[in-house]
């Protein structure tokens, strides 16, 4: 398993991945998601012209009370 250090610094990075990549002009959007609606917001949001970048596991604070979530980074095409 990650270490919660490990976990913090994957969200340190998809943060700074986020803010400079809207300075270059790409736009990008990121998720805390359960499982239950993973795949709800991934094919929402493929339709409307965005594609799957990175996704990652989370466990702590997640919604509803969920044991485990997903970090979702979308990229707008």
Do not use: H
């Not at 809207?22 to 609606?37: D, N, R």
């Not at 594609?51 to 990652?56: A, C, E, M, Q």
């Amino acid at each position: 398993m990650k270490s919660l250090a490990w976990r913090k610094t994957w969200l340190i990075g998809a943060w700074l991945l986020l803010n400079t990549s809207l300075a270059a002009g790409i736009e990008y959007s990121t998720y805390l998601l359960p499982l239950s609606e993973l795949m709800g917001y991934l094919n929402k949001y493929s339709k409307d012209g965005w594609k799957l970048k990175n996704i990652n596991t989370w466990t702590e604070g997640c919604p509803n009370n969920q044991k485990m979530c997903f970090v979702v980074i979308m990229e707008k095409e």
